[in-house]
């Protein structure tokens, strides 16, 4: 078995332990191989217990220090964008169940995920924004892209919901 030399460390390394049998690995890690090429470490566990970039510097306020720290964790309270992003990922879960987890115009197009669309838009109809009749899904080919698109299909995406409500 040969032995080589680490270009950064020169530590001893197998240089053919590397995924391309034909070249020969010239670092014994990742973290060697940015630490020569940027002249910094990211990873001390890596390369022999070098000392990381930023240890010891002073002024990191982490921890405790931060001042966003909270000592107290029941004290902290969900605020409106919180409670926004859970009450937005309940009503695409909705809309996609009434939808059946399927793209509700479902042709031969029909490619890329599954989107949760707001048929009259979201900035304009606040009142709207968790009412699952205000949704429709759709796959990503089939899912408007200019407000222009929005505005026209809105009235299509509305009667096939309240078809598909009907039945």
Request: charge should be positive; charged fraction near 25%; proline fraction near 4%.
């Amino acid at each position: 078995m040969a032995i080589g030399l680490c270009k950064n460390c020169k530590k001893e390394m197998n240089p053919f332990r590397h995924r391309d049998r034909n070249s020969p690995a010239i670092f014994c890690s990742r973290g060697c191989y940015w630490q020569d090429m940027n002249g910094s470490h990211h990873n001390h566990k890596t390369c022999n217990g070098i000392t990381p970039w930023n240890k010891g510097i002073k002024g990191l306020n982490t921890g405790e220090k931060s001042g966003r720290w909270i000592k107290d964790r029941s004290k902290i309270k969900i605020g409106d964008r919180q409670l926004h992003d859970v009450l937005q990922k309940q009503w695409r879960r909705d809309v996609k169940n009434r939808d059946g987890w399927k793209c509700m115009i479902s042709d031969e197009n029909c490619n890329g995920g599954l989107e949760a669309h707001h048929i009259l838009p979201w900035s304009q109809y606040p009142e709207l924004r968790y009412e699952t009749k205000n949704g429709i899904t759709l796959c990503h080919y089939h899912h408007p892209r200019k407000s222009v698109e929005v505005a026209e299909l809105a009235p299509v995406f509305q009667g096939m919901v309240n078809n598909f409500l009907a039945n």
